[in-house]
């Protein structure tokens, strides 16, 4: 199966700004909805956010609302998320992961890239 | 906002079989039959293991097996294995107002 890579992940001060990547080595990305989902240590999954298939649509979790921006690039198969404004709380494993067609579960996940949000 | 009630843990030896609970505690869910579950094993990332409630995707064991009834999903794992020991997630979406997806708190499955 196609596999989903992130990257971009580090230690960022509260404040600061960071931007992740998830390249995708399949055929379906340009026909899937995309999604991030963040895990903080030692806790449970947490949908983050998800972008239509054409960019055009995107859904916040009101935790990442205002501070959080999804985009993709459908020529070069990537996902991103820029985060702005980050806090201590945000700090987690970021996923990226490939939506159903019908947009009712997650296909498929990526490794993960941990973010930490400390001074 | 929705919430998907799972229990904290479970356990079982193997051979034998276990049913993990998902309890949706608010009305928000209007498609609350895509509920979809999720293994994942220390370190790792999650594995879709059943979709739209009971339905296993390709590659995954039939010894696991989802159901509904009213506001509670439920994933059963038969001939517990000791891979079989890893945290399960259930989760569903809401698309009244606008979508949001929303995880239950999940499961650690102990293998004894």
């Known amino acids: 199966q196609a596999l989903l890579v992130e990257s971009g992940g580090g230690v960022v001060q509260p404040g600061g700004s960071l931007r992740l990547s998830c390249a995708d080595s399949g055929f379906t990305f340009v026909a899937c909805p995309m999604h991030w989902v963040r895990q903080s240590p030692g806790k449970g999954l947490e949908w983050v956010t998800v972008v239509s298939t054409n960019g055009v649509n995107a859904y916040y979790a009101d935790s990442v609302k205002g501070r959080f921006t999804v985009s993709r690039d459908n020529t070069k198969n990537t996902l991103f998320l820029q985060m702005n404004s980050l806090r201590r709380d945000d700090t987690a494993v970021y996923y990226c992961?490939?939506?159903?067609?019908?947009?009712?579960?997650?296909?498929?996940w990526g490794q993960g890239t941990l973010v930490t949000v400390s001074s | 906002q929705s919430a998907l009630t799972q229990p904290a843990s479970v356990s079982g030896s193997p051979g034998q079989s276990i049913t993990i609970s998902c309890t949706e505690t608010?009305?928000?869910?209007?498609?609350?039959?895509?509920v979809s579950w999720y293994q994942q094993h220390p370190g790792k990332a999650p594995k879709l293991i059943i979709y739209d409630v009971s339905h296993r995707p390709s590659g995954i064991s039939d010894r696991f097996s989802g159901s509904k009834s009213g506001n509670t999903a439920s994933l059963t794992i038969s001939g517990l294995q000791a891979d079989d020991e890893a945290d399960y997630y259930c989760?569903?979406?809401?698309?009244?107002?606008?979508?949001?997806?929303?995880f239950g708190g999940g499961t650690k499955l102990t293998v004894l």
């Open positions: 608010s009305s928000d869910i209007a498609n609350y039959a895509s």
């Open positions: 989760a569903s979406y809401s698309n009244t107002v606008t979508f949001d997806w929303v």
């Open positions: 992961a490939r939506g159903s067609p019908g947009w009712s579960f997650f296909d498929s």
